[in-house]
Nanobody
Framework: QVQLVESGGGLVQPGGSLRLSCATSTNILSIDFMGWYRQAPGKERELVAR???????VYPDSLKGRFTISRDNAQNTVYLQMSSLKPEDTAVYYC??????????????WGQGTQVTVSS
């Protein structure tokens, strides 16, 4: 069982910045993919950013340049730095971990979510 604990959400004005954190209960380098997803009311959950165990990152084209995912291996924590925030970025942001084990196959876990509200 892997626990993911998010923090850093809140209310921010348009154009502002926010950094989300996701602390894992296991060695972060044992996780093949770590990522952030978001879900706005009435919409499907969507990928925001992903980082592989090797450090490669993936972003949707619509978010490139504004969002940055990074990782602190010593703290077993992944971050999402968000800048130039827009009202349409308002959503619940979820941390996600996915990894493969020969004994159990692919496993994935979700954090509890943290609310980000962009409003003046």
């Amino acid at each position: 069982q892997v626990q993911l604990v998010e923090s850093g959400g809140g209310l921010v004005q348009p154009g502002g910045s926010l950094r989300l954190s996701c602390a894992t209960s296991t060695n972060i380098l044992s996780i093949d993919f770590m990522g952030w997803y978001r879900q706005a009311p009435g919409k499907e959950r969507e990928l925001v950013a992903r980082i592989t165990r090797g450090g490669a990152t993936v972003y949707p084209d619509s978010l490139k340049g504004r969002f940055t995912i990074s990782r602190d291996n010593a703290q077993n924590t992944v971050y999402l730095q968000m800048s130039s925030l827009k009202p349409e970025d308002t959503a619940v942001y979820y941390c996600h971990a996915k990894f493969f084990r020969t004994t159990t196959g692919w496993r994935e876990y979700w954090g509890q979510g943290t609310q980000v509200t962009v409003s003046s």
